[in-house]
């Protein structure tokens, strides 16, 4: 039986770095050298220069490609570093068409840096097919898509986008930070490149900084290989045996937050006091149908109104066991405030057009008893008075 037939679980753990060949070591080595000697003058190995290629940041390149259903993976220094090194694929003149509540700090990458370079871009809500029609231009060389979005939770199509895409001889590059390959895979329903802030879930721990990108195609992953390598913002070794470390609890811990968000977002969703509860397993979804086709979970992040941002304060101050953080995809659950938070990057005017207000919360749920969670929210909630109507039963 090969790794490849093993369910994913499985093959979190039981993956061709499973044990070191030369010890039988059941954790990969972390090789530090910068630099490996050679030993013939026209012919070097396989390692050279650590920037180049290091085999402790190999095994996580390896593990994250075969898990991802690609031909080869790329560690990077950050999330955004994966990204932009990615978008270093496209060239001044070239058009890119990208969802509209993205991370911001690709919103900034892409408004602000590659439009230094001649990268042009449109910003369409993707979950409008037509309107992704409509932005494509003659010089349309790629689309990005999140999905599901941050912080809106909003999903698009990877398969029609993907097929859109090649049909006018672009890429698709995903962003699969918020579900990761074990809820969603877009390199086997159509994307070229899926990116991740292993930051995030993969790693899982809130102790590493960290960014993937992985491809199905053998010629685009020697472009991306000859990008990480020229710009060179590859991730460090011990980085890269967190990242891995982290890993092998992937599956656990996310269908266990996974259960704990939904619970959440039904009570939140019940709650008087709460104005819009976006998460993509909810019955009124509007994209719960093509969540549960393309991947198989709506993840552990869900965004949350509260009726405006004065309710927005007062429940964060008395909210005790979430941290309240940037970030998400942690064992603790993080409550985040995306206009302050990972929005910060987009202007007001932009947030509103899209409908991140400034009463939004977003919540990260961890591994924490849900019971418990849905308790100190509860009380939280109680301090807020809504409609005129006053919660708390003291006052
Ligand atoms: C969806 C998404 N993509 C990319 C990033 C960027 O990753 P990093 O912070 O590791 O650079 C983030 C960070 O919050 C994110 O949430």
Same mark, same amino acid.
């Given at each position: 039986?090969?790794?490849?037939?093993?369910?994913?679980?499985?093959?979190?753990? $039981?993956?061709?770095?499973?044990?070191?060949?030369?010890?039988?070591?059941?954790?990969?080595?972390?090789?530090?050298?910068?630099?490996?000697?050679?030993?013939?003058?026209?012919?070097?190995?396989?390692?050279?220069?650590?920037?180049?290629?290091?085999?402790?940041?190999?095994?996580?390149?390896?593990?994250?490609? @075969?898990? @991802?259903?690609?031909?080869?993976?790329?560690?990077?220094?950050?999330?955004?570093?994966?990204?932009?090194?990615?978008?270093?694929?496209?060239?001044?003149? %070239?058009?890119?068409?990208?969802?509209?509540?993205?991370?911001?700090?690709?919103?900034?990458?892409?408004?602000?840096?590659?439009?230094?370079?001649?990268?042009? $871009?449109?910003?369409? %809500?993707?979950?409008?097919?037509?309107?992704?029609?409509?932005?494509?231009?003659?010089?349309?060389?790629?689309?990005?898509?999140?999905?599901?979005?941050?912080?809106?939770?909003?999903? =698009? %199509?990877?398969?029609?986008?993907?097929?859109?895409?090649?049909?006018?001889?672009?890429? =698709?590059?995903? *962003?699969?930070?918020?579900?990761?390959?074990?809820?969603?895979?877009?390199?086997?329903?159509?994307?070229?490149?899926?990116?991740?802030?292993?930051?995030?879930?993969?790693?899982?721990?809130?102790?590493?900084?960290?960014?993937?990108?992985?491809?199905? *195609?053998?010629?685009?992953?020697?472009?991306?290989?000859?990008?990480?390598?020229?710009?060179?913002?590859?991730?460090?070794?011990?980085?890269?045996?967190?990242?891995?470390?982290?890993?092998?609890?992937?599956?656990?811990?996310?269908?266990?937050?996974?259960?704990?968000?939904?619970?959440?977002?039904?009570?939140?969703?019940? $709650?008087?006091?709460?104005?819009?509860?976006?998460?993509?397993?909810?019955?009124? $979804?509007?994209?719960? @149908?093509?969540?549960?086709?393309?991947?198989?979970?709506?993840?552990?992040?869900?965004?949350?109104?509260?009726? *405006?941002?004065?309710?927005?304060?007062?429940?964060?101050?008395?909210?005790?066991?979430?941290?309240?953080?940037?970030?998400?995809?942690?064992?603790?659950?993080?409550?985040?405030?995306?206009?302050?938070?990972?929005?910060?990057?987009?202007?007001?005017?932009?947030?509103?057009?899209?409908?991140?207000?400034?009463?939004?919360?977003?919540?990260?749920?961890?591994?924490?008893?849900?019971?418990?969670?849905?308790? %100190?929210?509860?009380?939280?909630?109680?301090?807020?008075?809504?409609?005129?109507?006053?919660?708390?039963?003291?006052?």
């Amino acid at each position: 039986m090969g790794h490849e037939e093993f369910s994913f679980e499985t093959r979190l753990l $039981h993956n061709r770095h499973k044990m070191d060949a030369q010890t039988g070591a059941v954790s990969v080595p972390i090789q530090h050298a910068s630099t490996f000697h050679q030993f013939e003058i026209d012919s070097f190995g396989k390692y050279d220069y650590a920037r180049s290629l290091n085999p402790t940041r190999e095994a996580l390149e390896d593990i994250i490609a @075969e898990l @991802e259903g690609g031909v080869r993976g790329f560690a990077f220094s950050s999330g955004m570093a994966a990204i932009s090194t990615a978008f270093l694929l496209l060239s001044s003149g %070239d058009h890119v068409i990208v969802t509209e509540d993205v991370y911001g700090g690709t919103y900034r990458m892409v408004t602000q840096v590659l439009t230094r370079f001649g990268i042009e $871009h449109t910003f369409v %809500d993707m979950t409008d097919f037509d309107q992704v029609k409509q932005a494509i231009k003659p010089n349309t060389k790629a689309f990005y898509v999140e999905t599901p979005s941050n912080p809106l939770l909003k999903v =698009t %199509d990877i398969k029609a986008i993907s097929l859109l895409a090649k049909s006018i001889g672009a890429l =698709t590059f995903v *962003d699969n930070t918020f579900l990761t390959p074990a809820l969603q895979r877009p390199l086997e329903i159509g994307a070229d490149i899926v990116l991740h802030s292993a930051t995030k879930f993969l790693s899982g721990h809130s102790d590493v900084v960290a960014g993937l990108a992985v491809v199905k *195609d053998e010629e685009l992953a020697k472009q991306l290989y000859f990008l990480q390598n020229s710009f060179g913002a590859v991730l460090g070794v011990q980085d890269a045996w967190l990242v891995m470390r982290g890993l092998k609890t992937l599956q656990v811990r996310l269908e266990q937050s996974q259960r704990a968000a939904l619970e959440i977002a039904r009570f939140l969703e019940s $709650h008087p006091a709460i104005e819009k509860v976006y998460y993509p397993a909810l019955e009124n $979804h509007p994209q719960k @149908e093509l969540q549960e086709a393309q991947a198989s979970g709506a993840g552990a992040v869900l965004s949350f109104e509260l009726a *405006d941002e004065d309710a927005m304060r007062t429940f964060v101050s008395n909210v005790k066991i979430p941290v309240f953080a940037v970030s998400l995809g942690a064992v603790e659950s993080i409550l985040s405030y995306p206009a302050k938070m990972s929005h910060a990057a987009m202007p007001q005017e932009e947030r509103e057009k899209r409908g991140i207000k400034n009463s939004l919360l977003r919540l990260s749920v961890g591994l924490e008893n849900p019971a418990d969670l849905i308790k %100190d929210f509860s009380q939280a909630l109680e301090k807020l008075q809504v409609n005129n109507y006053v919660l708390s039963q003291g006052e």
